[in-house]
């Protein structure tokens, strides 16, 4: 039977812990004293849905069964499987295998922070797959899941089909492009973040718990948006999902709002959220080059004091801004002056820290170069907070 609505409120049981460097005296453990798996329940009926939209295995419902021999599911489904597959031979994996050698404990932050983000979680979890909490802040429409079991098998084909549109920039160059993204997000396409950053969800191998809309009020709090009815609120969703074991849950925060100074200057009340956030592990890509500018001195920062380690391209923030005496900075691929959409953007301080620093090569291709392939990466981490790898 389908369920309906779970609370996370679960006892986690403590793992018990045995050296590895030597052996316990008596290897006879009473069958009372060792710890049981606890799996996390979550919502069948949303997951489900979005494992239909994502091109996976579902559920064995009568109308998700119905509905992939009346649509062409079974088509979108190897198409998904394909290009699925495709990204993460040549760019995911080696991704992962970078990260584990070059960032300090990448799967250890208990918040992420990725403003300029889009719907784009897949990149973030690749990076920081263990993260509780994914904070994410653009301007793409919040939306929602379709309503698949009402729908006619011709729109079910169309979703289908704007689901994969809406896909193929995050597949060919890696990142999502706002001002299409905004079309293909709209109400009579794909409605939305959400069904993108639920799709990446699934296909990272998760379950969805729950999704629900939520606002944060003038004093900087965050609640679930049926809590806050006649409140002024920035609004936003939470997507609740656990991993494929089901014992570890994970959250996506997803806001739609203005962070350029005159946006921020306008919303107190998200300025007082920013303000509250923990520390955290903060991402940027493909984020127009946006905090070179002045106008986007208080979200920049807000990264410097909330970050416990920055990881870049060069699109983030600029180089020169970086207080060396605050930050260890490794830096890694190749600079290349941005092209000419960015033409304007000159950062002689990071060519020069290129043109200076031992060659440390990028494996996989990601952000505004990748045409060229001339990918660049730069990690920072907090002094006093974190300390960079051993030198490789």
Same mark, same amino acid.
């Given at each position: 039977?389908?369920?309906?609505? /779970?609370?996370?409120?679960?006892?986690?049981?403590?793992?018990?812990?045995?050296?590895?460097?030597?052996?316990?005296?008596?290897?006879?453990?009473?069958?009372?004293?060792i710890?049981?798996?606890?799996t996390?329940?979550?919502?069948?009926?949303?997951?489900?849905?979005?494992?239909?939209?994502?091109?996976?295995?579902?559920?064995?419902?009568?109308?998700?069964?119905?509905?992939?021999?009346?649509?062409?599911?079974?088509?979108?489904?190897?198409?998904?499987?394909?290009?699925?597959?495709?990204?993460?031979?040549?760019?995911?994996?080696?991704?992962?295998?970078?990260?584990?050698?070059?960032?300090?404990?990448?799967?250890?932050?208990t918040?992420?922070?990725?403003?300029?983000? &889009?719907p784009? /979680?897949?990149?973030?979890?690749?990076?920081?797959?263990?993260?509780?909490?994914? +904070?994410?802040?653009?301007?793409?429409?919040?939306?929602?899941?379709?309503?698949?079991?009402?729908?006619?098998?011709?729109?079910?084909?169309?979703?289908?089909?704007?689901?994969n549109?809406?896909?193929?920039?995050?597949?060919?160059?890696?990142?999502?492009?706002?001002?299409?993204?905004l079309?293909?997000?709209?109400?009579d396409?794909v409605?939305?973040?959400?069904?993108?950053?639920?799709?990446?969800?699934?296909?990272?191998?998760?379950?969805?718990?729950?999704?629900?809309? +939520?606002?944060?009020?003038?004093n900087?709090k965050?609640?679930?948006?049926?809590?806050?009815?006649?409140?002024?609120?920035t609004?936003?969703?939470?997507?609740?999902f656990?991993?494929?074991?089901?014992?570890?849950?994970?959250?996506? /925060?997803? /806001?739609?709002?203005?962070?350029?100074d005159?946006?921020?200057?306008?919303n107190?009340?998200?300025?007082?959220?920013?303000?509250?956030?923990?520390?955290?592990?903060?991402?940027?890509?493909?984020?127009?080059?946006?905090?070179?500018?002045?106008?986007?001195?208080?979200?920049?920062?807000?990264?410097?004091?909330?970050?416990?380690?920055?990881?870049?391209?060069?699109?983030? +923030?600029?180089?020169?801004?970086?207080?060396?005496?605050?930050?260890? +900075?490794?830096?890694?691929?190749?600079?290349?002056?941005?092209?000419?959409?960015?033409?304007?953007?000159?950062?002689?301080?990071?060519?020069?820290?290129?043109?200076?620093?031992?060659?440390?090569?990028?494996?996989?291709?990601?952000?505004?170069?990748?045409?060229?392939?001339?990918?660049?990466?730069?990690?920072?981490?907090?002094? &006093?907070?974190?300390?960079?790898p051993?030198?490789?």
């Amino acid at each position: 039977m389908p369920t309906k609505k /779970f609370l996370l409120g679960l006892l986690f049981i403590p793992a018990i812990a045995l050296s590895c460097n030597s052996k316990p005296a008596n290897t006879t453990i009473a069958n009372d004293t060792i710890p049981k798996k606890v799996t996390l329940p979550y919502d069948t009926l949303i997951d489900n849905k979005v494992a239909f939209f994502s091109g996976m295995a579902h559920g064995n419902t009568k109308c998700l069964n119905e509905l992939e021999s009346t649509t062409k599911w079974k088509m979108h489904a190897q198409r998904m499987d394909s290009m699925f597959h495709k990204i993460e031979v040549e760019r995911l994996e080696k991704m992962r295998v970078w990260a584990d050698s070059q960032l300090t404990e990448s799967k250890a932050p208990t918040t992420v922070f990725y403003p300029f983000s &889009g719907p784009d /979680f897949l990149n973030a979890n690749v990076f920081f797959p263990n993260a509780q909490n994914y +904070i994410m802040i653009a301007l793409e429409p919040i939306g929602d899941l379709p309503n698949l079991c009402s729908m006619q098998p011709k729109s079910i084909d169309n979703y289908l089909n704007n689901v994969n549109r809406s896909l193929s920039d995050i597949f060919m160059r890696s990142y999502f492009i706002t001002m299409k993204m905004l079309g293909a997000l709209n109400k009579d396409s794909v409605n939305g973040t959400v069904p993108i950053i639920s799709l990446f969800i699934k296909r990272t191998g998760h379950n969805i718990i729950a999704i629900r809309p +939520i606002g944060v009020d003038g004093n900087g709090k965050w609640n679930y948006l049926d809590s806050l009815k006649g409140v002024k609120v920035t609004k936003g969703v939470k997507i609740d999902f656990v991993d494929a074991d089901g014992d570890k849950p994970q959250s996506v /925060f997803y /806001f739609k709002t203005d962070i350029s100074d005159n946006g921020l200057k306008l919303n107190p009340g998200f300025r007082k959220y920013l303000a509250q956030l923990p520390s955290s592990y903060s991402y940027l890509k493909a984020a127009s080059y946006l905090m070179q500018w002045p106008e986007f001195s208080m979200i920049r920062n807000t990264i410097f004091d909330k970050s416990d380690c920055i990881l870049q391209d060069d699109s983030g +923030i600029g180089y020169r801004y970086f207080d060396k005496t605050k930050w260890d +900075i490794r830096i890694f691929g190749k600079y290349q002056k941005p092209n000419k959409e960015f033409g304007n953007i000159n950062e002689p301080e990071l060519a020069k820290a290129y043109k200076d620093s031992v060659f440390r090569p990028v494996p996989f291709v990601l952000g505004y170069n990748w045409k060229t392939k001339s990918i660049n990466m730069l990690y920072a981490v907090k002094k &006093g907070k974190l300390t960079l790898p051993a030198k490789k």
